[in-house]
């Protein structure tokens, strides 16, 4: 009993770990809605594509199949008489005889809606069926004849397979002959490809579950961890908050940076996710090879292999983008070297990059800073600025150190002069804040417009020399 008292009647501390699991707790259930739903959202809409595309094969197929049958039967049907009942039985052999795969065959009704070619349903034939409708009640010879009198069309209800004897979903093309008043169609069933859907959302069902249960699992282990250092928290430490409130706010920037890192290796390990497309792409070519037409399974390769390519491309470029290697192996200034000229290759604007060497070198959280900063103001500038032309300079001095970028663009726009910076110039004004550095933004607009971010970082950032100048400036 002495050892539930503390769990039955918590303690400040215990309050506060209790309290802080809320947000958490709903933080977590918020994500694992969204993520439910967008995946869902998006892998719903490609198993559309892929039911689309499988259909509209199908259609082609059956379009196909009644174009050369009435091909087949064309020099009888063109050159006889409406009444002439020797055409007409030539005909009907002509269409018993075509029967193709397991369960294809070709069916013919008179606008009176009785059957008079039905080779795998022979009990079918010289019977009325007009009225008839599938387990569904959706009619089926009364709209065959309703799309023989329009000319042609398609019509989708559950029949009855041939082979097995059990009802399935059937697509079927129409053609009216009007001299006849005959109407001319085949189907195929379409339960594989139901079967396909069905089975492309059983997965995504399934992997819906698993992100579930990943994100209660760590969830879980989120809320131990939390309540077990609230456990240990001692109530005299809130006196040190204060004290420590920049030190946090700097780990909180470090530990972005280290997200970063990660998602940058986890990118290349969880590409399959991304190219899901690609999969349906070639599963729908591999599918076109399987019914012996190679032909038209290039078209989906090839756009299989760009889309790849592309998305190579990408990842690799996120990873560079979110933690460049020569930043830490080489310093800031080849680091914003290799970012200029990046920028320069990728947007073809002209760009220019100086700095001096120096003995001196700032710590590590400067040049995050100002490389992160130099990447922002960048990414601006493409996207806002409509400028052909940008400097960036580094270089420190007695005070400590300076980027200036410059541009010829148009500007900054008047209602961030009215409501304030963007969240761009907010994360840059953050980040040099947290460093006690200051950023100027100077703008104007017109024909002789352009934009100087300024980046100023005080000398307390900058290390003593070492005794000999550094090759690398501002490393």
């Known amino acids: 009993m002495r050892f539930f008292r503390p769990l039955i009647r918590p303690n400040y501390a215990q309050k506060l770990s209790l309290l802080a699991t809320l947000p958490l707790l709903t933080a977590v259930a918020a994500i694992a809605v969204l993520v439910a739903y967008q995946s869902r959202a998006l892998a719903e809409r490609e198993i559309q594509a892929l039911e689309h595309q499988l259909l509209e094969a199908k259609k082609a197929e059956l379009r196909n199949y009644v174009t050369q049958a009435r091909n087949g039967f064309s020099f009888i049907y063109g050159r006889a008489h409406p009444n002439d009942e020797a055409a007409k039985t030539q005909v009907t052999q002509i269409l018993s005889s075509m029967i193709y795969g397991t369960d294809g065959f070709f069916f013919v009704y008179d606008y009176d809606g009785t059957n008079l070619v039905s080779p795998r349903q022979t009990e079918f034939i010289n019977q009325n069926w007009s009225g008839l409708t599938d387990d ?4 089926v010879v009364d709209e065959f004849i309703r799309l023989a009198r329009e000319g042609a069309g398609w019509h989708s209800f559950m029949w009855q397979k041939p082979s097995t004897g059990e009802s399935a979903q059937m697509v079927a093309y129409v053609v009216g002959l009007q001299d006849w008043q005959w109407a001319v169609g085949t189907g195929v069933f379409i339960d594989d490809v139901l079967a396909s859907v069905a089975t492309a959302r059983a997965e995504v069902e399934a992997r819906v579950q698993r992100t579930f249960v990943y994100i209660g699992a760590i969830a879980l282990i989120a809320l131990i961890v939390v309540f077990a250092s609230g ?4 109530i005299r430490e809130r ?10 706010t700097q780990r909180v920037f470090d530990t972005q940076e280290e997200e970063r890192g990660r998602v940058a290796r986890e990118l290349h390990d ?18 076109r090879m399987a019914r012996g037409d190679p032909g038209n399974a290039m078209p989906p390769l090839d756009k299989g292999l760009e889309h790849l390519g592309t ?20 310093g800031l200034g080849p680091a914003l070297k290799a970012l200029t ?22 710590d590590q959280d400067s040049k995050i800073a100002l490389y992160r900063i130099a990447q922002e103001a960048l990414t601006n500038i493409e996207r806002h600025a409509n400028a052909t032309h940008v400097i960036m300079d580094l270089r420190g001095h007695a005070k400590g150190a300076t980027m200036r970028i410059t ?5 900054l726009p008047a209602r961030q002069d009215r409501g304030g910076p963007g969240i761009g110039l907010r994360n ?33 950032h900058l290390l003593p020399p070492d005794g000999g100048i550094d090759t690398n400036s501002m490393q």
């Open 407 to 411: 541009d010829n663009g148009t500007g």
């Open 231 to 234: 456990m240990m928290l001692n």
């Open 270 to 287: 969880g590409i399959s996710q991304i190219l899901v497309g690609v999969r349906f792409t070639l599963d729908n070519a591999r599918r």
């Open 136 to 139: 569904n009640g959706v009619p």
């Open 311 to 330: 998305a190579i491309s990408e990842v690799r470029r996120i990873s560079r983008d979110l933690r460049p290697g020569v930043l830490d192996d080489l």
């Open 239 to 248: 006196r040190l908050a204060d004290a420590k409130l920049k030190e946090l």
């Open 428 to 460: 840059m004004e953050e980040r040099i804040e947290q460093l006690d550095g200051t950023l100027r933004i100077l703008s104007s607009r017109g024909t002789q417009g352009g934009t100087v971010i300024e980046a100023r970082l005080p000398l307390s």
């Open 341 to 362: 000229s990046d920028f320069a290759a990728r947007t073809g604007i002209e760009t220019e990059f100086s700095t001096v060497v120096f003995s001196n070198r700032l």
